[in-house]
């Protein structure tokens, strides 16, 4: 017993892809330019790298 099935449109089909494409893309989009921050080299007014900022004990 087999079950009958219908060809969709291209039309449809493209609609739907583009109805999934653009927010997911957008959502990616937004995630990559915040994240970029995350791996760009942060420096200080007095040129250290972030994360090598002396404690302040060994800085008296």
């Given at each position: 017993?087999?079950?009958?099935?219908?060809?969709?449109?291209?039309?449809?089909v493209?609609?739907?892809?583009?109805?999934?494409?653009?927010?997911?893309?957008?959502?990616?989009?937004?995630?990559?330019?915040?994240?970029?921050?995350?791996?760009?080299?942060?420096?200080?007014?007095?040129?250290?790298?972030?994360?090598?900022?002396?404690s302040?004990?060994?800085?008296?």
């Amino acid at each position: 017993m087999s079950i009958p099935t219908q060809k969709a449109s291209p039309l449809k089909v493209v609609a739907a892809w583009i109805l999934v494409a653009i927010p997911l893309g957008w959502g990616v989009y937004q995630s990559v330019v915040k994240s970029l921050p995350l791996f760009q080299r942060a420096t200080s007014a007095s040129g250290e790298r972030a994360g090598q900022t002396q404690s302040p004990r060994a800085a008296q």
